[in-house]
């Protein structure tokens, strides 16, 4: 046995002791000063970290009397790495089964993340557990898989009611719901479009992922090996219209919610629904929202918008170049929508102007894929081991509190790189930055969901002049052109606002009310002090995946990587209520912003 297997065995006999024995200043005193424990579901029923002694004792008297953990061990041999030992590990709760990362530094807890799985008693219908979908011996009154799937799909929501509505059918609810129907939770996803992927399919027509196939996969059916990389928009859209058939889903498209209200009588909400132009009352116990974090758009009000007489949109509804041939377009905005927009109008011979408001991060796509993501999801990570599975828990095992510290030499090392590509950006008068902190990319998707370009070319055609750039403030729209504060003058036959999208607590004030939405607060962020994501720290994502100070209302979403692993502790948080499984809450989130 290797010193670190010993180390580690030994850290954790130790610690699931003191957990058994009740002992929780010798559990404490096993971590280090600085040390992070990240908890999914698993002790808390919450998504929380706790940093430090004081939160670790905090959360253990907060949760270890319901938890019950026991069952502490190590699955793989640990690693050793500048004095870090880490360790894939598991362990059981009273209600669940659970794994995660350790990390010991100088033989105390660094960082720890524990992670519920599955529910004793619940576990997902897979491996040995397998459905026999053939029923052998003779039956007069047999019935198909067919008709049985038929006669659920046909009961659902009119005689029978679903335990959980979700509000959105894009990937986030697809995923859920694909968790959901494995748990055997009675599950409704409702989308306004007619077909499952009409979210991508109604995006820019050049669109492609701007994140690699291995961080994309969806839970349960992972993408063939001879996906595209990038995916384009269409053969996404595809997949989650197979993947919807192929899980089985209820998925009713066409089907627009319209007004939602809680009844804390009966526990149950009430959400009228049109579907397929028939009005329907929904009555779930939970209600979740996937309508997209970026799905709100937001569309500054400029005077004048009524008196253009060209197109005017924003970037969610821009129908692509074809129509704007020859034509001149102003794209106001310098993040992703606004370049890939005016990447696929230059190359369609439209006379371009990026309008730039505010500092923009760009990384190059191949650099990024290299130095920010290699390790974790590529075809090299999968080489060496690393599964997606794993990627997922490696990375959510990095606390949010000092993951700028690793993110931002690999910026520095994107910088270093492509030097003459950022000098080349910034004679070309574009404005650039790197996060407050220097931190990069992932860290304003997680602080603020905006603020950076992944260039996959279109940089180029600004650094060099072919799509014009200019940088300030929109005063006002005129008959045939933008006017900029200081007064410069920009004709157009387009204006496209690539302006972002807004809080997803919006569609809360839209479906239920504004009182709901405020009592909910901010959706998204860390409270992380920096641009965009005002403090206090509260050092999850707000309101994702997670309990909120509304009952019963969860939100769920994010990118392809968050919606494939976080789906699973939503799930499981849904289930376990379903199941009349006590989910005792610790540290619900606060609200300290409303919007
Ligand atoms: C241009 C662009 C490029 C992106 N590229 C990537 C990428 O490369 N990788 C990545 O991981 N992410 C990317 N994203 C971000 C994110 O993954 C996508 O926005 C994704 O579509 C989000 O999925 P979702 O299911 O959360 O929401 P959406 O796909 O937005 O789905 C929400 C659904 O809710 C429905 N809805 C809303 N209100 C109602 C209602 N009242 N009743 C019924 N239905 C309703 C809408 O019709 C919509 O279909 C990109 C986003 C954009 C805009």
Not at 405 to 425: C, G, N, S, T, V
Not at 567 to 579: D, I, T, V, W
């Amino acid at each position: 046995m290797t010193q670190t297997l010993t180390t580690t065995d030994q850290w954790l006999a130790e610690f699931g002791e003191a957990l058994e024995q009740g002992d929780i200043d010798r559990a404490v005193e096993m971590f280090g000063e600085q040390s992070f424990w990240r908890d999914l579901v698993a002790f808390s029923w919450n998504i929380v970290t706790v940093e430090g002694r004081a939160g670790v004792r905090s959360l253990l008297e907060g949760t270890l009397e319901t938890t019950r953990p026991t069952g502490w061990r190590t699955t793989e041999e640990p690693t050793e790495a500048d004095g870090i030992t880490t360790a894939w590990i598991e362990f059981e709760t009273a209600v669940g089964r659970g794994n995660g990362l350790l990390r010991l530094r100088d033989g105390k807890a660094w960082t720890l993340l524990t992670a519920l799985y599955e529910l004793k008693g619940h576990e997902e219908p897979a491996h040995s557990r397998r459905p026999m979908g053939a029923e052998h011996g003779v039956n007069r009154d047999r019935s198909t898989w067919l008709e049985r799937r038929e006669q659920e799909a046909a009961e659902l929501g009119y005689t029978t009611q679903p335990e959980v509505l979700i509000v959105g059918g894009g990937q986030a609810g697809i995923a859920l719901g694909a968790r959901l129907r494995q748990l055997g939770v009675p599950t409704i996803i409702v989308d306004k479009h007619g077909r499952p992927g009409d979210q991508w399919r109604g995006r820019y027509r050049t669109l492609c992922l701007h994140d690699p196939v291995w961080y994309d996969h969806l839970p349960y059916l992972k993408f063939p090996e001879n996906w595209p990389v990038f995916s384009p928009k269409d053969k996404i859209a595809d997949w989650l219209e197979s993947y919807t058939k192929v899980m089985e889903l209820n998925y009713w498209a066409n089907t627009e919610a319209k007004s939602a209200s809680y009844d804390e009588t009966t526990g149950e909400w009430t959400v009228e629904v049109e579907r397929e132009g028939m009005p329907l009352t929904l009555r779930p116990k939970q209600l979740v929202f996937a309508t997209g974090m970026s799905g709100k758009a937001r569309m500054p009000e400029i005077a004048g918008t009524d008196v253009f007489r060209g197109d005017v949109h924003h970037s969610s509804a821009h129908p692509g170049p074809d129509a704007y041939r020859g034509k001149k377009a102003v794209v106001i905005g310098s993040n992703n929508s606004a370049f890939d927009i005016c990447g696929a109008l230059w190359e369609n011979d439209v006379d371009v102007t990026m309008v730039q408001r505010s500092s923009t991060h760009i990384v190059k796509s191949d650099s990024l894929m290299e130095i920010g993501l290699g390790d974790l999801y590529s075809e090299r990570a999968v080489a060496s081991g690393v599964t997606t599975e794993k990627a997922d828990m490696i990375f959510a095992s990095l606390p949010y509190r000092i993951l700028h510290e690793f993110q931002i030499p690999a910026y520095e090392a994107m910088a270093e790189k492509d030097k003459d590509f950022y000098d080349r950006l910034e004679k070309a008068g574009f404005w650039l930055d790197w996060g407050d902190d220097g931190s990069g990319l992932f860290m304003k998707y997680l602080r603020r969901g905006s603020g950076y370009y992944i260039d996959v070319g279109a940089a180029d055609l600004v650094a060099n002049g072919d799509v014009k750039l200019v940088r300030g403030q929109v005063s006002h729209l005129t008959e045939d052109s933008v006017v900029l504060e200081d007064g410069t003058t920009l004709p157009a036959d387009v204006v496209v606002f690539a302006t972002g999208y807004n809080s997803m607590n919006g569609w809360v004030a839209d479906l239920i009310d504004q009182e709901t939405a405020d009592k909910l607060g901010k959706v998204w962020g860390l409270g992380s002090d920096t641009t965009k994501d005002p403090g206090p720290w509260e050092g999850e994502q707000r309101n994702m995946w997670k309990p909120t100070q509304v009952d019963n209302l969860w939100m769920h979403g994010g990118n392809l990587h968050q919606s494939r692993h976080y789906s699973l502790y939503l799930a499981l948080q849904l289930k376990a209520r379903y199941e009349g499984i006590e989910t005792p809450v610790y540290a619900l989130q606060e609200v300290h912003h409303t919007a």
